[in-house]
C-alpha cells in the first residue's frame, strides 16, 4: 500500500495535495513553483511539528473515505466518527466568467454534515519561506489574515472565528464554508460564493471531460489521468509541469529528491501528445506560445532541458533546511541543477512538441513562417549535435556520453522539419531536412547497435542498456518488427524487466543503481510490444500496472517492484501520459462494440 494516498485539486495555476484525511498537505502559492505554504508532505520545522497543515478533523476518527465527484477535479472526502460523519468537499475554482476563464488563487472547503453529530476541529496552520516564518494572525468578525514576509492569506468563513482561532472542537450542526485566497473582501457571503463557484467549477470540468475523445477501454482511467495532466498545466503562461512536487525521493533513503516544478521540454512533449490524442488540443496551443518564447529568446541556439514556469532560466538548486524531508527523508531540494545540463534530446523535443501545430487546421492561431524559421535555427544546431557527448535524458550529473537517445532526438527533430517542410510546399527544404535525417539515422544503426548485447544500448559504441531506446518505435526511428528492435526489446526485458515493470537503465549513476522502476519505461514497454504485434503481452502489463495506482487512480514517478509502494515526485506527468498512450493504443475500437 503506497503512502501517496493523495488526492489533487487545482485550476491550472494553483494546486492542493489532500490526504485522505482531508489534510491539505502541500499548496504553493503564488504558483505551482512557489513558497509551500503546506508543507506536512515534507514535515514540518522542528519548533512547530504540527504547523504546515490546513486539516479538518473529526474526534473519534474511526475512518474514511475518499473520491472525485465523477469526470470533475473536485474532491469529496468523508469523514467518520463514533458521533457521527461529514462530508469535505475540496475544489479550487475553475470557471468561465465574463467570457473568459477565472482561476483564482484560492482554496474551496465545503463542510457538510451527514449523520449524527459530527464534532470537529479545524486546523490552520500555514508557514512561509519553506517552513521557516511563522504566520503573524490578524482577525475580523469573519475572517482571519495569515501574515508572512511576502504574502497574505485571507480565510473567509461562515465557522466561528473563535473556534478556528483557538483550535476548539465543536459540533458541526449545519453546513460551513471556508474560502482560503488572496487578502481581499469577497462581494458577496461566503456560503453563497461557495455554492456559485462549486456548480461552476463542477459544470466546467464536465464539459471539458465531455470533449475528450476516449478510447473504449479503461474510460475512467483516462479521464482521471486526462484531468491529472491538465492540473499540471499553468494557465497563465502555457507551461507544463513534471510533477506538482519537490523532493519526494525516488526510492528509500536513497538521496535521489529533487524538485520536479518546473517545465522539462523532454516531458511536456509527451504531455503535449498524448492531449492530443484525447483531442485536447488547447493545451498544445498554450504550451506552443509558451515555447516559442523560449525559442525567440535563446542565445545562439543553445536550449536547455528545463525552464521555468515564467520562462525562467535560472533554476539555482538549494536546500530548504527547516523541511525535515518526506517521512524525514531529507534533502528537502529547492531548484534543479539541471537547467545547466547540456541534454541534446532537448532540441528534439521542442520540435516535436509543436510539430501538430504546423499540421492541424483545426488552431485558431496557427505557427507562422518565422516560427519554422526559429525551429529551422533549431534543427540545424541538433544536426550539428547529433554525435557529441551529453549528460542524456536521465541527467547524469557528473559523466557525459554520446547517449543513444539524445542522438535519436536530433534525428527527430530533422525528420519532423522535413514533414513540416513538404507540408508548406518547400520541397527544396523538405529534401535537405531528409538527407540530415537519414544521415543521423545511418550512425544511430551503426554506432548504436551492440554486436555483443545484440541490442540498441545507451551510448554510441556503449555496452549497457537503457529502457530510454524502446522511444525508437515511440518516434518512428525503426520499425518495431525489425529484428534489431525485436532483439533490444527482448535484451531489455531480460536486464531490467520486473514482471510489469522496468528499471530505467544498467549502468550505476551518480548514486549507484537504482532500486526502483520508472514507470514511464514500464509504460514505453507496453507500447512497444503492442507496436510488435504483442498485443496480449501488452494488455496483461498494463492491467498490472493499472492496479499500483492509488485509490483516486493517480501515480508518482517509480514504483518498488517488489511491494508496490509509489516513490518519487507526484503526480507524475510521465506515468499518467502512460495510462493514456497505453489505453489509446490497446482499447478495442469503439467501432468493435457499437
Known amino acids: 500500500m503506497s503512502t501517496l494516498e493523495l488526492g489533487v485539486i487545482g485550476n491550472c495555476a494553483?494546486?492542493?495535495?489532500?490526504?485522505?484525511?482531508?489534510?491539505?498537505?502541500?499548496?504553493?502559492?503564488?504558483?505551482?513553483?512557489?513558497?509551500?505554504?503546506?508543507?506536512?508532505?515534507?514535515?514540518?520545522?522542528?519548533?512547530?511539528?504540527?504547523?504546515?497543515?490546513?486539516?479538518?478533523?473529526?474526534?473519534?476518527?474511526?475512518?474514511?473515505e475518499q473520491y472525485y465527484v465523477e469526470n470533475t477535479a473536485v474532491l469529496v472526502t468523508e469523514l467518520h466518527g463514533k458521533h457521527g460523519a461529514l462530508r469535505v468537499t475540496d475544489f479550487a475554482p475553475r470557471l468561465l466568467w465574463r467570457d473568459r476563464l477565472f482561476y483564482p488563487q484560492a482554496l474551496v472547503r465545503r463542510l457538510t454534515p451527514i449523520s449524527g453529530s459530527p464534532r470537529i476541529r479545524i486546523r490552520l496552520r500555514p508557514r512561509f519561506d519553506y517552513g521557516a516564518v511563522a504566520a503573524i494572525r490578524t482577525f475580523g468578525s469573519h475572517h482571519i489574515r495569515y501574515v508572512g514576509p511576502n504574502a497574505t492569506l485571507r480565510l473567509t468563513t461562515n465557522a466561528p472565528i473563535d473556534f478556528i482561532r483557538d483550535e476548539t472542537v465543536f459540533n458541526l450542526s449545519a453546513p460551513l464554508d471556508l474560502f482560503l485566497g488572496p487578502d481581499e473582501t469577497l462581494q458577496e457571503g461566503v456560503a453563497e460564493t461557495a455554492e456559485r463557484l462549486e456548480a461552476r467549477t463542477l459544470a466546467y470540468w464536465r464539459q471539458w471531460t465531455h470533449r475528450l475523445a476516449t478510447p473504449f477501454e479503461w474510460q475512467d482511467a483516462v479521464i482521471r489521468a486526462a484531468i491529472s495532466l491538465k492540473l499540471c498545466t499553468y494557465e497563465p503562461t502555457g507551461a507544463i509541469v513534471a510533477a506538482l512536487t519537490t523532493s519526494i525521493p525516488e526510492g528509500p533513503g536513497t538521496q535521489r529528491n529533487w524538485d520536479y516544478r518546473f517545465c522539462w521540454l523532454r516531458d511536456s512533449y509527451f504531455v503535449v501528445r498524448a492531449l492530443n490524442r484525447l483531442a485536447a488540443v488547447r493545451k498544445m496551443e498554450n504550451y506552443f506560445r509558451w515555447l516559442m518564447n523560449i525559442v525567440a529568446s535563446l542565445h545562439e541556439n543553445e536550449i536547455q532541458p528545463v525552464y521555468g514556469i515564467g520562462l525562467e532560466r535560472r533554476l539555482d538548486e538549494r536546500i530548504a533546511p527547516h523541511l525535515p524531508g518526506y517521512r524525514g527523508m531529507a534533502p528537502a531540494r529547492v531548484g534543479n541543477q539541471a537547467y545547466e545540463h547540456l541534454q541534446f534530446d532537448s532540441?528534439?523535443?521542442?520540435?516535436?512538441?509543436?510539430?501538430?501545430?504546423?499540421?492541424?487546421?483545426?488552431?485558431?492561431?496557427?505557427?507562422?513562417?518565422?516560427?519554422?524559421?526559429?525551429?529551422?535555427?533549431?534543427?540545424?544546431?541538433?544536426?550539428?549535435?547529433?554525435?557529441?557527448?551529453?549528460?542524456?535524458m536521465w541527467e547524469y550529473r557528473t559523466r557525459a556520453s554520446i547517449h543513444t537517445t539524445s542522438s535519436l532526438m536530433c534525428w527527430a527533430a530533422a525528420d519532423r522539419l522535413a514533414r513540416i517542410a513538404a507540408h508548406l510546399g518547400q520541397a527544396d527544404g523538405a529534401r535537405a531536412w531528409r538527407a540530415d535525417a537519414d544521415r543521423i539515422r545511418q550512425v544511430i544503426l551503426e554506432r548504436a547497435w551492440s554486436h555483443k548485447r545484440q541490442a540498441f544500448v545507451d551510448s554510441f559504441e556503449g555496452e549497457f542498456l537503457d529502457a530510454g531506446v524502446l522511444l525508437m518505435t515511440e518516434v518512428g526511428f525503426i520499425d518495431p518488427h525489425d529484428p534489431r528492435m525485436v532483439s533490444t526489446v527482448t535484451q531489455l526485458e531480460k536486464a531490467l524487466g520486473r514482471g510489469p515493470h522496468m528499471m530505467r537503465y544498467e549502468a550505476p549513476d551518480d548514486f549507484g543503481a537504482p532500486g526502483t522502476a520508472f514507470n514511464t519505461c514500464s509504460f514505453w514497454r507496453i507500447d512497444a510490444l503492442a507496436r510488435m504485434g504483442r498485443v496480449e503481452e501488452a494488455r496483461d502489463h498494463f492491467s498490472q500496472l493499472l492496479k499500483l495506482r492509488n485509490r483516486l487512480g493517480l501515480m508518482s514517478e517509480d514504483v518498488d517492484p517488489g511491494t508496490g509502494e509509489m516513490w518519487g515526485n507526484y503526480p507524475q506527468t510521465y506515468s499518467l501520459v502512460g495510462i493514456v498512450n497505453c489505453a489509446v493504443r490497446l482499447s478495442v475500437p469503439w467501432e468493435a462494440v457499437i
Not at 22 to 39: E, K, M, Q
Open 347 to 392: 532540441y528534439g523535443n521542442v520540435i516535436l512538441g509543436v510539430a501538430q501545430m504546423f499540421l492541424d487546421r483545426r488552431m485558431l492561431a496557427p505557427p507562422g513562417p518565422s516560427d519554422f524559421l526559429r525551429l529551422e535555427a533549431l534543427g540545424r544546431t541538433a544536426v550539428k549535435l547529433h554525435d557529441k557527448p551529453d549528460a542524456g
Open 14 to 64: 494553483v494546486a492542493a495535495l489532500i490526504d485522505r484525511d482531508a489534510r491539505v498537505v502541500w499548496y504553493c502559492l503564488p504558483r505551482f513553483d512557489g513558497d509551500p505554504v503546506f508543507h506536512a508532505l515534507l514535515g514540518a520545522p522542528k519548533e512547530a511539528p504540527d504547523d504546515g497543515v490546513f486539516a479538518i478533523e473529526i474526534e473519534d476518527h474511526t475512518h474514511s
